[in-house]
């Protein structure tokens, strides 16, 4: 099955500073790759997604990049704010075989210090 | 537009008992997702429920079931529990096949 490794599992920037965070995965038959961002306390919140046909996207400050040679994808979030600290999670899924089954990376939690 | 809705929040429940959670998708999805959540094993998929069906099924054991209704609510039940089952519960909604997954806010399950 899908296997998805994440990096950092810490990350601590200062504020206004950039952030990423790197995934890798090895089924090369995975062709929809989420971010998400979970604060304490609460479920898992969608932040920028990403599919095989394309190599990046972005919605203002975030970023997302993909290399399907390398079984690569990253996050990028540019001139980041105290609200931004929180866990992040990447995760691949197969696509209509594999319905809706995500798999997760390890997560990692970002503090963006004031 | 309301979003995913878990009950319970939390729940505290004895080993050997057994426990049903319910999730209410976002309106017009069809899809629902299941996912346990532990600090050790972070985020594994149980199942997936599409059309009152399971579509897909994680690797846990028998003593996990779920279910869907005609209107797309879920419901997953643990029977049997065990201390190891104590984790944060998701629920994710999705409109059908390989879309975008809404998570709702979990239920945390105690098992002592």
């Known amino acids: 099955g899908e296997n998805v490794e994440q990096h950092p599992s810490t990350l601590s920037v200062q504020e206004g500073d950039s952030a990423v965070i790197k995934c890798t995965y090895s089924?090369?038959?995975?062709?929809?790759f989420p971010w998400y961002k979970q604060e304490l306390g609460k479920g898992p919140q969608l932040i920028i997604d990403?599919?095989?046909?394309?190599g990046e996207k972005k919605d203002q400050r975030i970023a997302v990049t993909l290399n399907k040679t390398a079984k690569h994808f990253s996050l990028h979030i540019t001139e980041t704010q105290p609200e931004d600290s929180a866990v992040y999670f990447c995760?691949?899924?197969?696509?209509?075989?594999?319905?809706?089954?995500?798999?997760f990376g390890g997560g990692t939690r970002l503090m963006v210090k004031p | 537009k309301a979003g995913v809705t878990q009950t319970p929040r939390y729940l505290i429940k004895t080993r050997g008992q057994q426990v049903t959670l319910s999730c209410s998708p976002i309106s017009g999805h069809r899809s629902v997702s299941w996912y346990q959540q532990t600090p050790g094993q972070g985020l594994q998929f149980l199942f997936e429920y599409f059309s009152e069906t399971q579509r897909n099924k994680g690797n846990f054991p028998g003593r996990f079931s779920g279910r869907q209704f005609s209107n797309s609510r879920s419901e997953m039940n643990v029977s049997t529990l065990e201390l190891g089952d104590s984790a944060l519960y998701l629920c994710?909604?999705?409109?059908?096949?390989?879309?975008?997954?809404?998570f709702g806010q979990g239920t945390r399950l105690t098992v002592v």
């Open positions: 990403i599919r095989s046909n394309v």
């Open positions: 994710a909604s999705s409109f059908t096949s390989n879309t975008e997954a809404f």
């Open positions: 089924d090369s038959a995975s062709n929809y």
């Open positions: 995760a691949a899924s197969i696509g209509l075989e594999a319905g809706n089954m995500l798999t």
